[in-house]
C-alpha cells in the first residue's frame, strides 16, 4: 500500500513539475512577444493582442508601479523575465526532487 502512495505522490509531483515548467515558459514567451509588439503600432481590439495583455499585465502591471515613472523605457518585461528565471531556478529543482 505504501509503495502506491509513493507512486500517487512521485506523479502528482511529476505533474506538478510539468505544469510550472510549461506555465512558465508559455509567460516567458508571452512576454517576449508583448514587448515585441510594443515597437509597433498594434490595435488592441486583436483577440492575440488581448490575450497577451490578460495574460501578462498582472505580472507587468505591479513591476511597472514599483519602477520610477521618469524613466523613458518600460523596463518592467526585462525585469519580469529576470524574475521568472529566478523563479524557475528555484521552483523547478524542488518540485523535481519531490518527483524522484
Known amino acids: 500500500m505504501s509503495g502506491l502512495l509513493v507512486a500517487n505522490v512521485s506523479l ?4 506538478l513539475f510539468n505544469f510550472v515548467s510549461i ?3 508559455v509567460l516567458t514567451w508571452s512576454i517576449i512577444i508583448r514587448a515585441l ?8 481590439r486583436w483577440p492575440v493582442v488581448r490575450l497577451l495583455m490578460e ?3 498582472p ?3 505591479p513591476i511597472r508601479r514599483a ?3 521618469s524613466w523613458m ?3 518592467s518585461p526585462l525585469i519580469a523575465l529576470i524574475l521568472l528565471q529566478v523563479l524557475g531556478r528555484i521552483l523547478l529543482p524542488v518540485v523535481g526532487s519531490i518527483a524522484s
Open 59 to 61: 505580472v507587468l502591471a
Open 37 to 44: 509588439l510594443s515597437w509597433f503600432t498594434v490595435s488592441g
Open 55 to 57: 495574460i501578462t499585465e
Open 73 to 75: 523605457i518600460d523596463l
Open 67 to 69: 519602477l520610477p515613472s
Open 12 to 15: 502528482v509531483a511529476d505533474v
Open 23 to 25: 506555465f512558465l515558459q
